[in-house]
């Protein structure tokens, strides 16, 4: 068993191995240059740190396959894909609304890079607040008939992680299928010893990358953020929401949570759950097959257009982060975020900067507190970076602003797990539902509000009284954004 020692950490020995280090980022590594010259300065002026922080966030996906689908599926999903994009560029598809014409290139983006099919037979309905979440949640657990899958970062086992888990074992005891699969670093107190009664009842848990060794196998990069669940094919459930009683207001630390989630019935069920199945799958090693929709049992839910997008960073592509900068640049009247972390790369950073700089109305919406306190001072800077450029800064007073939301011109929105930030763009594994319907998106403009009625507007006034220390504090951060 590989043990650290004492003389691994002497000053000349530690240089060694940081050189090592350093020629392995630069020359075997697929890291953008940002990222490269960031790591090269951590190992060569901290090395003890450099070390310690490269063991604990750094590692290499470009060999592993997350999304890895089997020859005839990747045959009958190509062939699917290749004639929603023919029928829409030929102006043959059947738009339920005539408005969502506009946004064919997004759509077609997300075709081309997410593999995402659009459906339009949806019902959507947002969730802002983490009780009614759960209200709802544990209602459609109850009524599962055939299996439950359900996937979240974070998973404990206090109150509202019990009240899930009787849930779960009253329906696996009835015979219902439940999965249930946690990242293993966002879950980390969980086990199969605390999950033992769901076990016996006959429900599978999984978790995701779970290291061999308990602290040296441990990777705080490249984690499983995606929230979902789905019900018997019927309902599906994602968002920023995570199974702990912080996330229904139950700590004082962080007061009220404000969260968006969103309860989607109809066809797009099916896409939620392919992504569940292909997660399982790499991490279970179980053969589950992906689902397949016939005209024979397509449902018929509403007229609401929607896409799920994943994103991870075993892909170069960063479906999401383009997705949200095709939503930036088509803008023609408004953009209005909210994110917990506003740590964006230059591309998503001057695609919002120019909507400013050309008139538009530009609103972010930030939390008055940090979880995250090197995040929090970085989003301090980028924040003002943007105010510079004439967009508008809101930050919410009520509790933790935890939404991971974007509305644009009132006729498109995206709601998921994906933060404003390298780590969602690059690091983390991602899903986010885009929503094309003018009145969904009006929702969320209410809804956006409603929200800036409870928070206070940073200037840039403001801004550029901040003291030295911080102006400190958000350079250090801006730094190691780029790898933490």
Known sequence: ??????????????????????????????????????????LAFIPIVGFLLYMFFNQNLSRIKINKLMEPEEQSISSALRKQIRDMDRDTYPFANENIKNWKHLIKLNHVYGQAFYTQNNYVQAINDGNELMVNLLRDIERAKD???????????????????????KKA??????????????????????????????????????????????????????KIAVIDDKVGYTGGFNIAKEYVGGKKKFGYWRDTHVRITGEAVYDLNNRFILDWRFTTKEKLEIVKVSEENMPEEGNVGIQIVSCGPESHS????????????????????????????????????MAAQSGLDVRLMLPCKPDHMFVYWATYAYAGELLKSGGKVYIYDEGFLHAKTMVVDGEI??????????????????????????????EMEKTFMIDMSQSHQLTLEMYNERSLLIRFKEQISKLLSEIL
């Open 173 to 226: 005891e009835e015979g219902v299928k439940v999965r249930l699969l946690v990242d293993a670093v966002g879950s980390r107190f969980l086990s199969d010893r605390r999950l033992k009664h769901l076990i016996k009842a006959g429900g599978q848990v999984a978790y995701f990358f779970k290291p061999t060794l308990k602290i040296i196998g441990l990777k705080l990069n490249y984690r499983n953020h995606r």
């Open 318 to 353: 960063q479906e999401i982060k383009r997705a949200f900068m095709r939503m930036i640049t088509y803008a023609e009247k408004s953009v209005y975020i909210q994110t917990p972390y506003f740590v964006p790369d230059p591309s998503i950073l001057e695609s919002l900067k």
């Open 1 to 42: 068993m590989f043990e650290f020692t004492a003389g691994m950490f002497s000053f000349p020995t530690m240089y060694i191995i940081n050189i090592l280090l350093i020629v392995a980022v630069i020359f075997f590594e697929r890291k953008g240059s940002t990222a490269t010259l960031a790591w090269i300065m951590v």
């Open 413 to 442: 929105g995206t709601i998921g797990s994906t933060n404003f930030d390298n780590r969602s763009f690059k690091l983390n594994f991602e899903t986010n539902a885009f929503i094309y319907s003018r009145d969904f998106a009006k």
């Open 147 to 169: 299996y439950i899958n359900l996937e979240f970062f974070i998973f404990k086992r206090d109150y509202v992680g019990k009240l899930v888990l009787d849930c779960l074992i």
